[in-house]
């Protein structure tokens, strides 16, 4: 219907995201400038990836602009529209342009988050969908540190081809 289901700001920690995409340009989250200075970002985000402008959070592949869009995509009639409206999206890059990402760029992003919060950024969830295990020490310290924020991580389910039996939970590092 168009009617706001949602609200506050979800990182959505991938890739980047296209934030000038039609169905994404009126729902990003914008810094003002004291806190763009405060927090060394740019005005819709941070890139903590190892390469790249620090200060530029723009997709190169389309994978974190679909994710985003999923999330809260603008109820026009055109195009996509996401699940959460009335939310805003804010961009953090984690993946470099040759697909491979470190467990200090996700650090990086989830202090980053923190941070965000910590200024007075009404962040609710992160949004995570990339591969791999959580096996870092320091992210489950981050999940920790956002958990006590009341943001809520959301992690991909199948994003590899490969499937696990979740019936034993006992080797998880949170539950």
């Not at 959505?12 to 405060?38: A, N, R, S, T």
């Not at 190169?60 to 995509?73: D, L, P």
């Not at 919060?117 to 540190?145: F, H, W």
Request: aromatic fraction near 6%; charge should be negative; include cysteine.
């Amino acid at each position: 219907t168009g009617s706001q289901n949602a609200a506050g700001v979800v990182a959505v920690i991938d890739c980047g995201v296209d934030y000038e995409h039609p169905d994404l340009k009126d729902v990003k989250y914008v810094f003002p400038p004291e806190l763009q200075e405060k927090l060394q970002c740019g005005p819709y985000g941070i890139n903590t990836a190892e390469t790249g402008d620090k200060k530029n959070p723009m997709d190169y592949k389309s994978h974190g602009t679909h994710c985003a869009g999923v999330i809260a995509g603008a109820w026009d009639g055109k195009g996509i529209s996401g699940l959460a409206s009335g939310c805003r999206i804010m961009a953090i890059k984690v993946i470099e342009e040759d697909n491979t990402m470190t467990d200090l760029a996700i650090v990086k992003a989830m202090a980053f988050v923190c941070d965000a919060a910590d200024s007075g950024v009404d962040v609710r969830v992160t949004s995570n969908s990339y591969s791999g295990e959580i096996t870092c020490p320091l992210m489950v310290s981050e999940i920790e540190e956002l958990e006590k924020r009341g943001i809520v991580c959301v992690y991909s389910s199948g994003n590899e081809s490969t499937c696990f039996d979740l019936s034993d939970n006992s080797n998880l590092p949170f539950s």
